[in-house]
């Protein structure tokens, strides 16, 4: 079944900097890519995501890449700010017949004033 | 805001009680799910409805029953539970009919608490 590998697992930077977050996945068969944010006492909250038929998606600070050949894609935040403090996780489609998604660990974002 | 609706958001219970968690949905998806989330950990699959009927049992503990009333309504009905099963339990719901390919909107979860 899929693996998906997360890093890394905790993640400080300064206001205004830029985040990575970096994912791996094992099922070649895996086409769907998501990037949940989950703020503390609330649920995930998807924030982008992206299909295997397309290298980089963006969507104002947030941007992912996908790398099919090497099974991995990527997380980045621009300019970050306080709010952008909190735990991300990636997750891939199961290839298998089921289909439901596979979540990393987690990465928890600290963003200092 | 999400478009999940769980209740209750937070319960508390003894390992004889009885009691329910609830998840509701508006729009239109025909997929939903449950998970549990412990704490620093990611959410992990407990079952899936698909169309009304259950697609996908992750070899849940018999001490927790999914019920799907109607396409829009999702029930999680606890029974005899243990002090670990203390966690967020996640709705979540998705119009693809139960593949997981499409997205994923989860509510904002019910914490658990087992006495």
Known sequence: GENVEQHPSTLSVQEGDSAVIKCTYSDSASNYFPWYKQELGKGPQLIIDIRSNVGEKKDQRIAVTLNKTAKHFSLHITETQPEDSAVYFCAASDGGSQGNLIFGKGTKLSVKP | ?115
């Open chain 2, 1 to 115: 805001d999400t478009e999940v609706t769980q209740t209750p958001k937070h319960l508390v219970m003894g390992m004889t009680n009885k009691k329910s968690l609830k998840c509701e949905q508006h729009m239109g998806h025909r997929a939903m799910y449950w998970y549990k989330q412990k704490a620093k950990k990611p959410p992990e699959l407990m079952f899936v409805y698909s169309y009304e009927k259950l697609s996908i049992n992750e070899s849940v503990p018999s001490r927790f029953s999914p019920e799907c009333p109607n396409s829009s309504l999702l029930n999680l009905h606890l029974h005899a539970l243990q002090p670990e099963d203390s966690a967020l339990y996640l709705c979540a719901s998705n119009i693809d009919g139960g593949l997981g390919t499409g997205e994923l909107f989860f509510g904002e979860g019910s914490r658990l608490t087992v006495l």
